[in-house]
């Protein structure tokens, strides 16, 4: 998927139970793809920008539920988009309709989403990958995360990965 750098993976603070156990309404578990990526690159930054949410243990920030926030902060901004006539934004490859069954589980921090859509599970448990660019287009980047980490390499400009460290939230 992406090449390997010293300190792989940072998993100190991923839920890999989580990562196995987890089932989106479909009954399906995390993509194939997803999780291979969490095992093989944990928490770390990707392609000099993006970070990809895994589940964390209590305790840890920047999981999950940070996603979940996410898209409850795209779906927000895609109604008021939709309400107001701006078609441009679910432009050039989505739709109204597409935009409300979007999931987030990336982040750049150039302010890009990455997404899935879980309504679409393919016969090999993958969700097709999307792109929000400023939360404000649709660009469909390819059938799972395995086929999208190449075009978002080539959008970045870098194969660089770098690990992180896990945040612990205070009690």
Not at 31 to 57: C, E, I, Q
Request: without cysteine; glycine residues 10%; aromatic residues 12%.
């Amino acid at each position: 998927m992406v090449g390997s750098t010293p300190g792989f993976p940072v998993l100190d603070h991923v839920d890999l139970v989580a990562l196995d156990a987890f089932r989106f309404a479909d009954g399906g578990g995390y993509p194939p793809s997803y999780r291979d990526f969490v095992r093989s690159h944990g928490w770390a930054r990707t392609f000099g920008l993006w970070l990809v949410y895994p589940p964390v243990l209590p305790g840890f920030a920047d999981g999950r539920s940070r996603a979940t926030n996410l898209t409850a902060r795209f779906r927000a901004v895609f109604l008021d988009g939709r309400e107001d006539g701006y078609d441009r934004m679910v432009q050039p490859d989505g739709d109204w309709d597409l935009a409300e069954r979007l999931e987030a589980f990336g982040w750049s921090e150039n302010g890009d989403v990455l997404l899935w859509d879980v309504s679409s599970r393919d016969q090999d448990g993958e969700f097709p990958v999307w792109e929000s660019r400023g939360m404000n287009a649709l660009h469909r980047l390819g059938a799972s995360l395995t086929e999208a980490l190449p075009r978002l390499r080539e959008n970045a400009g870098t194969d660089r990965v770098e690990p992180l460290t896990p945040f612990a939230l205070s009690s």
